[in-house]
């Protein structure tokens, strides 16, 4: 537990309150959200439908819809880069909310976000057949998210593919073989060959085929050369003559071939059988289990530093679901990326999560790590919770009575008062404080303040 | 109370080139429910165990199969029995006399206030344009079970007995929240008093708090009235709160059926295994054997020959149903892959009907790769003998019928023949 | 998103009226299209509130039938036979917005009881109900209206009942496949395993679900069927020369268009207007009873 108070924080959000401007009145999401994510953790985000768990998830990624008001709080990146200030600037003011003016705003953040957007921030949304577009192919897709983001990467992937020669390869071959991968960055780097590191790495960190074989498809790479139109895409794109007509869609085309072979790397590496079948393939060609891991793929493509995942198993049955845990597991294990899990079953929660905050009615109640808050949850609502999820050896189910307050007018105090069976008078008055009971576990309830 | 034997449903699929395809929902299943039980169906999306559900009420019309209702629990043995050995002429007669499916008209209208059924999504299931009150009245007006001011008073009673306000009568589907409605559903369900209710993933809509509210609910129902469920869900945590027995399906067959407590702790049947395991539990940290299954449920217009689920089951065996591309897949991957330093780039794996032709390999070590293999990659152990020219022969296969493992459990695994 | 709970405290027909309601020129077709209606009740009740006598005649004026222009006296002008055009127009629409409602009603009746049918029963049913439909598709409406109208004879309602045949398809079709897809829903499925009867189903369950869009439907047509009842009243295919309707007091004044051209013109934008505000206003009932557009 010491450990993650060291860990640097990747994401911080303060005070945040989200409230949506309908017809039928005003909604309020979010009311004063604190959470802090770690670098390299997974953090579960629990709550019933109407918590505002989703919400929470589209304001870190800056996704919000048109009447989605900000009203104030801060989604601070690195501990500096303040997602949300210009629509906050405007929900923040003391004007009648105007849904258009906040939609041009949100154009032009996202404007701003495209940047983060894929390099430091990605998004798994719960049905993989609406976030994949259908008339394109899986590896297109991938490939146009590298190509928006970070097409020098495919650039300097095509041309340190080219440029090399088979001597570069077998001397690349032997740095990797006798001082390990950094030597080969660093070699990489020396006869100015960027760009080729990663399609070796790929290859040589894969489990499943014969070292002989990988050194075979290492050393064949200098084989796979461009044609001349593709070096001719290449040079167009370099020459900055991308905006040009028809000059434009050589450069593109010749990018997105590059991105094809990045994503069978990516397929290959999520551990899809037959990516070079799979990324001709279209979105309705492949099973749930395999959609939900391409569009893993399109988000973890261009290394984002943390992956927001909105239930993305939630639509998936059991067994293709502890496949992708699993996945997002070795994707944890393997890199140095933060997740945030957004699931209303807390029990998938407790399989990946390390830190899990519980969200009640817009509100974080208990937050805390992953085995305290199953093993001694401290909030009422938390407690509650655990003895109303079904499991194999319960004999007993306790139901939470009554039902999720009316988001339009929350009531005053604590939401959570009139459900609670612990109900003070103090806790229709005032809002209780987060207090922290142990390292790194925090609760919003008075009991716990009192006993303290 | 119930029985369903060999029960199968095919719905047409109309193809371009292929023509005319049958997708297999729901094949050759049987299964007997008990009066005052609960059976829970457990499967994942497309195992068939929705369109079963709406058979056994005749909600749909199997394709082939009987149904009997009513008849005596020696009758049921007996009609088996007749079924198994081939007997038409005394199966013909024992179904005479209590088949479902035989029933028409007004008989069938009359049976109907005997059964009901609880759908999924409670958002779509009640009408939208019909008040509260007329949804619960429905079923009695419908099948002529009570009419007017009775059936009137005796919705309001379920109003209360399902735990909502009698002024809810007048109110639309729209004005209540999700559980609310779910409980507007189980009111409708309940009112002619039916005996047997299916449960169609009633709480799959719902959130955790809720789901157990209405869970509670039904088991208090049952526990009044003694209704016979047939709980359908793909939630094993829900099957284990409410169920007495439990019936696996996968694929549209049914995999295993026993006694709960039996099934979820001493699951036999592989796939049993591999989904109770793959089921999260919210013990963090707590150590368990997960089987992680490889690879995608099968397309049901074409499933996989033998046993359905033999190419994704960690313990198939020579006779489950191998085909010979399946065997030339597994070897080409461990061939171009794991065992590139044996065999290099000159190796050719090709399927022939029921046997593998190995290409530019040497026998010996192929069956090296074979030996070591066998107990990871399942289908190798399909291979009966290498021939000198390196061909594979692969084994012949039996198809898993549904084998008596105790008095009160059955397992469709050739493992238990 | 969070937006299903609780709906209960904001009633549906008060969300109904503010998205109506927030559509302007949906405002402003409902507007005009009252006017026409209130106009044509007083007509039907107490028409010498608005100064006229008999509402089943144009009043002429042989003493000077050429038509005047537009002035004080006569706000629009008058027409031959110095009918003044205003108080004309007035009693026509009464006429007009009367037989049209009739005939989109009529033919969205039938049309809905065949297109339920042949979409719920389905198989050959289904099949010859749609190939009917069909004939009458694959015959341009004016002809057949034509040929229907003088097979029945030429008055008005032989001319309702050729419109009726014409219109009636539209709404089968229209039905048709509203409750194609009504009848996949979970709420019939579960009305089936109540043991309702397929008539029961079709009529209690279904039809009413339809309702709401062929009710929108109904006033996107109205607007077109004016156009078609004057159309046919203009050329001439109209029974009894003296009764106030709009087409047929366009076709008055066709002698003198060079000179008079309002003779025509206010008829016409009598019946164009119409036209206009029933279709916005249509609009405006599409959005609210389309849930995505209710947000």
Redesign the interface.
Known sequence: MERVKERAKVLEIKDLRVS?H????V?K?LRGVDLELYKGEVLGLAG???S?K??LGLAIMGLLPR?ARVESGEVLLDGSKDVLKRLRDYGSRDVKFDPRKNEKLIKRLNKELREVRGRALAMVFQEPLTSLNPVLQVGYQIAEAVYYHDPMRLVRRAISRNRCTQADLRDLMTTLKTKGEEALIEEVEKRNLRGLEEQILSIWRRQ??????KE?LILSLDKHKLDSKDRLGISIYLRGLQRVPVLGRLAKDALIKEGYRLAVEILTYLGIPHPEKVVRMYPHEL????RQRVVIGIAIVNNPEIVIMDEPTSAL???????I??LVSSLKASSNRSFIFIS?????L??V?DRIAIMYAGKIAEVGP??VI?EEPQHPYTK????????????E?????G??P???SPPKGCSFSNRCPFVMPKCKEMEPPMVEVSEGHKVACFLVGERK | MIGAFNLKKYFPVRGGVVGTQYLKAVDNVTLTVRRGEVVGVVG??GSGKSTLGRMLIRLLEPTGGEILLDAPEEEMVKYREALESGDKESAEMISRKYSLLRKKGSELRKLRTRMSMVFQDPYSSLDPRFRILDVIMEPMISTGYLRGEEARKKALDLLEEVGLPRAFGNRYPHEL?G??RQRVAIARALSTDPELVILDEPTSAL???????I??LLKEFRRRKNITMVLIT?????V??MADRVAVMYSGRLMEIGDKDDV?TRPKHPYTM????????????EARK?I??KG??PNLLSPPRGCVFHPRCPMAFHECGWTAEEVAEDINYLV??????VFGDNVKVIPLQDKVKVEGANPESIKKVLEVERENIRSLTAVKEVTEDSLLIIHAFQEPKLYKESERRSVSCLLYR | ???????G??SNLI?SL??FF?NRTAVAGMVIFLAYVVDALIMQFDPRLLGVTNPNQFTYNFVNPVPQPPSSQYPLGTTYPGINLLQAILEAIRVDLGYSMLIVVGGAVIGAVVGILAAYVGGYLDELLMRFTDIFFSVPYLVLAIAVGFALGRSFTSMVIALIIVWWPIYARYTRSLTLSIKESVFVEAAKAAGASMVRIMFKHILPNTLPPVVVQISLDLGSVVGVFATLAFIGFIPNANTPELGYLASLGLNYVQSAPWTVIFPGLAITLFALSVNLMGDGLRDVIDPRR??
């Open positions: 949506f309908t017809r039928r009145g909604f999401a019933e439908s109407g505002g989703s919400t009447n499943d085929i014969h070292e002989a074989k075979k099973s749930g289990g395999m049955d059991v067994t293709i679901q502890a496949q845990l699993e209303h079953d807390l029990s998938v407790a399989e999560s992953v085995k199953f509650m919770l655990m003895d109303a999820i079904p499991t194999m050896d319960k004999t189910l306790k139901a939470i009575p039902s999720v009316d988001m339009r | 994942e999306s929240s559980g609310q959130d955790v708090s809720v789901q157990a509210q869970l509670n793909h939630n094993i945590a829900v284990s709160y979820l591999a989904l109770i395991s793959s089921v999260p539990r919210p013990r963090p940290g997960r992680v299954l995608d449920p171009q892959g794991k065992y590139y330093n | 998103m969070e937006e299903r709970t609780e709906e405290k904001y969300l503010k998205v927030s209710r947000s």
